[in-house]
């Protein structure tokens, strides 16, 4: 008689969205992992912990709350990893890219754009005086 070994567990599913896709290094990038899933398990039993540079150390502990912000300090294409661990510890990844730029400036009210328009204005103003002047 062979021995009962139950049923197999099949593991978890990992699957993560990003919103926005892209932004700078002011924006709020809201990571969701809710759309994971396991065969036994209920999603809200699935715990996840994010890396938000893949290097493979985690930036957070196991959660079962599948919902993290994260700003990125630097501009460039960001590469992040979340792994999703059933009840069983049988775990899965996931992988995603997010595009950031650096972040305009602001100048008070003034945005860097509006700024510049100010300035490339008064230099047009600077040399038309220039121009005008009679040498002597």
Not at 85 to 90: A, I, L, M, T, V
């Amino acid at each position: 008689m062979e021995p009962f070994l139950g049923p197999l567990n099949s593991g978890p599913t990992a699957q993560a969205t990003v919103s926005p896709g892209q932004g700078d290094t002011m924006t709020e990038f809201i990571f969701d992992a809710s759309n994971s899933s396991d065969p036994e398990d209920a999603t809200s039993l699935l715990e996840v912990r994010w890396d938000f540079d893949s290097n493979g150390i985690w930036d957070t502990g196991w959660t079962t709350d599948k919902v993290v912000s994260h700003y990125f300090e630097s501009s460039g294409m960001q590469h992040v990893t979340v792994q999703v661990r059933d009840s069983d510890g049988f775990t899965d990844t996931a992988y995603m890219q997010v595009l950031v730029v650096d972040a305009i400036p602001e100048f008070g009210d003034l945005s860097i754009i509006t700024v510049l328009a100010i300035m490339l204005f008064m230099t047009g103003l600077d040399r038309k005086r220039r121009h005008r002047r009679t040498p002597s």
